[in-house]
Every structure is written in structure tokens, then in C-alpha cells.
């Protein structure tokens, strides 16, 4: 009796998981309103453009980082991830 008690416990949590991870999974669709413009994405949004973010870490993370200006560090350099710490140099 005491098994078939733990075989329902189980299968109530791993339904529980199923549909929990489902919704994780759903919360994670990638943005459809971005623009990659000057190597870096910009966020779309009704008539502005937001940004910009991150390449490396939107495309390997789902993760919008916004980049900060790096022309006020280094000569030549346009952004500069805080997350990554990637650099963009402003010729390429």
C-alpha cells in the first residue's frame, strides 16, 4: 500500500515538473521585434528604437545586455558588454 502511495506522490511532482518547465520554456521565445543593425541588435518598440544589446549574449543566452558606449574609455571602441565583456570597435 505504502508503494502505491509514493508511485502517486511521484507521478503528481513529475506532472507538476512537466508543466512547470513547459512554462519556463515558453517565457523563453526570443524577441521577434529586434534589428541587428551595425552588428548589434536594437529593440523595436511602437515608433523607437531601443538599445542596443548585445549579439553575443542575446544569441547565446536569450539575454537582451544592453551595451554601454565605450568611446568615453577607449578611442575607436563603440560598445562595450558589461555581461560578456565583449568590445565592438567602431569599424567593424
Not at 66 to 81: E, M, N, P, Q
Request: glycine letters at 4%.
Amino acid at each position: 500500500m505504502r508503494l502505491r502511495e509514493t508511485t502517486l506522490e511521484l507521478e503528481h511532482e513529475n506532472l507538476a515538473l512537466r508543466e512547470e518547465i513547459k512554462r519556463l520554456r515558453g517565457e523563453e521565445k526570443p524577441q521577434t521585434n529586434l534589428e541587428f543593425f551595425e552588428n548589434v541588435y536594437w529593440l523595436l518598440s511602437d515608433s523607437e528604437r531601443l538599445g542596443p544589446f548585445c549579439p553575443r549574449c542575446y544569441n547565446a543566452h536569450q539575454r537582451l545586455a544592453t551595451l554601454l558606449d565605450g568611446s568615453h574609455f577607449v578611442a575607436k571602441t563603440r560598445w562595450i558588454c558589461p555581461v560578456c565583456n565583449h568590445v565592438f570597435d567602431s569599424e567593424t
